[in-house]
């Protein structure tokens, strides 16, 4: 079977969408899951630089059909596997939203949680990965204008036919009316991270900062979204086909390449590789086209 995607998702930046995605994918691969965490952020991908990963080929160069996936997969503290982006404009310009389903299908048959770490905004790039999530995790912060911008996202996702599990209320203080957030938005308050200034230096947190609140509060959030991903997946059965590399070995003595299918023609144009299901380079962009349309953590 396949593994579980979750897309965390928000309509304004700089409410924390990255940071939970790290330190939930830290926790959950803690617990004892295969998690890879994608950087689908096309436009401003920051997740590499906050975990100092260096990595290349970038999920950029698989978008735009010049890397196979199995090649821009790297490893991220905490034993997480992560597929970073890049910051180049060139890069961003040549990368195509659309060809993120063939992505995130290949790494869902080879990883039991898959998490989708998105921009802001409501652009293509943003909206495609909402249609590819099994269940959409919506960041706020108690601003009005995130509050809006992430209304404007659930309403969005429920549009294109995504579940929305919840939401997160990050950079909480004493002040913060956290009922009458869960109220504004109309969904399940599933964890509260409290602002800790002291606990956001460098990430992941629950490595570099495991006993603040702010850690424990993205432990409880994973709890949840474990039991989530355990209920719909019939009690969490792990995924049946390994992820080979490019290159690997098939079983026979002879090698593959990744970028190639069985014919000797061109792969997939993500550069997925050879027997996962995806088209070759004849121009058949159906998946593709389909894409266009596509408890709660209480601290101290």
Same mark, same amino acid.
Do not use: C, W
């Given at each position: 079977?396949?593994?579980?995607?979750?897309?965390?998702?928000?309509?304004?930046?700089?409410?924390?969408?990255?940071?939970?995605?790290?330190?939930?994918?830290?926790?959950?691969?803690?617990?004892?899951?295969?998690?890879?965490?994608?950087?689908?952020?096309?436009?401003? *991908?920051?997740?590499?630089?906050?975990?100092? /990963?260096?990595?290349?080929?970038?999920?950029? $160069?698989?978008?735009?059909?010049?890397?196979?996936?199995?090649?821009?997969?790297?490893?991220?503290?905490?034993? /997480? !596997?992560?597929?970073?982006?890049?910051?180049?404009?060139?890069?961003?310009?040549?990368?195509?939203?659309?060809?993120?389903?063939? &992505?995130?299908?290949? @790494?869902?048959?080879?990883?039991? /949680?898959? @998490?989708?770490?998105?921009? %802001?905004? @409501?652009?293509?790039?943003?909206?495609?990965?909402?249609?590819?999530?099994?269940?959409?995790?919506?960041?706020?912060?108690?601003?009005? &204008?995130?509050?809006?911008?992430?209304? #404007? !996202?659930? $309403?969005?996702?429920?549009?294109?036919?995504?579940?929305? &599990?919840?939401?997160?209320?990050?950079?909480?203080?004493?002040?913060?009316?956290?009922?009458?957030?869960?109220?504004?938005?109309?969904?399940?308050? @599933?964890? &509260?991270? =409290?602002?800790? $200034?002291?606990?956001? #230096?460098?990430? =992941?947190?629950? /490595?570099?900062?495991?006993?603040?609140? *702010?850690?424990? %509060?993205?432990?409880?959030?994973?709890?949840?979204?474990? +039991?989530?991903?355990?209920?719909?997946?019939?009690?969490?059965? !792990?995924?049946?086909?390994?992820?080979?590399?490019?290159?690997?070995?098939?079983?026979?003595?002879?090698?593959?390449?990744?970028?190639?299918?069985?014919?000797?023609?061109?792969?997939? +144009?993500?550069?997925?590789?050879?027997?996962?299901?995806?088209?070759?380079?004849?121009?058949?962009?159906?998946?593709?086209?389909?894409?266009?349309?596509?408890?709660?953590?209480?601290?101290?």
């Amino acid at each position: 079977m396949t593994g579980y995607v979750f897309t965390i998702a928000g309509g304004k930046g700089g409410v924390g969408k990255t940071t939970t995605t790290i330190n939930v994918a830290v926790a959950l691969q803690d617990a004892g899951h295969d998690v890879v965490v994608v950087d689908a952020d096309l436009g401003m *991908a920051n997740l590499g630089a906050m975990l100092d /990963i260096d990595h290349s080929p970038s999920l950029h $160069q698989v978008l735009a059909g010049k890397a196979a996936v199995s090649d821009a997969i790297t490893e991220g503290p905490g034993g /997480i !596997t992560v597929v970073p982006g890049e910051r180049n404009l060139e890069a961003f310009a040549d990368a195509d939203p659309a060809k993120l389903r063939k &992505v995130v299908k290949a @790494l869902s048959t080879a990883y039991e /949680i898959v @998490l989708i770490d998105t921009g %802001a905004g @409501l652009s293509h790039e943003t909206t495609v990965p909402l249609g590819l999530a099994d269940g959409v995790l919506l960041i706020t912060t108690a601003d009005d &204008v995130a509050i809006g911008d992430t209304v #404007k !996202t659930a $309403q969005l996702a429920e549009r294109i036919e995504g579940d929305v &599990v919840g939401a997160v209320l990050t950079r909480a203080n004493d002040d913060t009316n956290v009922s009458q957030v869960a109220d504004k938005l109309d969904l399940e308050m @599933l964890a &509260v991270v =409290p602002e800790d $200034q002291d606990a956001t #230096k460098s990430e =992941p947190l629950l /490595i570099n900062h495991s006993d603040s609140y *702010a850690a424990e %509060a993205y432990r409880r959030l994973a709890s949840t979204l474990e +039991e989530i991903y355990e209920v719909n997946t019939e009690g969490g059965a !792990t995924t049946e086909q390994e992820f080979e590399p490019a290159g690997s070995d098939d079983g026979d003595g002879s090698e593959t390449d990744a970028a190639e299918a069985d014919d000797g023609s061109t792969g997939s +144009e993500t550069g997925i590789g050879p027997n996962s299901g995806t088209e070759g380079s004849d121009g058949d962009d159906s998946d593709d086209d389909e894409d266009e349309d596509g408890v709660f953590g209480l601290f101290n």
